[in-house]
């Protein structure tokens, strides 16, 4: 697994965690949350060119 690879499952991974904390109670950072891990989600759609 590339390094960028393993970000992007972190990133994944660390917005799910944050926003299934029942503590958020913060609508704006939820939304935030919520479109931080929408964008990252669209990388698995449109992966980037593979470098050689």
């Known amino acids: 697994m590339d390094l960028e690879?393993?970000?992007?499952?972190?990133?994944?991974?660390?917005?799910?965690?944050?926003?299934?904390?029942?503590?958020?109670?913060?609508?704006a950072r939820r939304q935030m949350l919520l479109k931080l891990l929408a964008e990252e989600a669209a990388k698995d759609e449109h992966?980037?060119?593979?470098r050689k």
């Open 47 to 50: 992966p980037p060119p593979k």
């Open 5 to 27: 690879r393993f970000i992007h499952q972190q990133n994944l991974e660390h917005y799910r965690k944050l926003l299934a904390d029942p503590n958020n109670r913060d609508e």
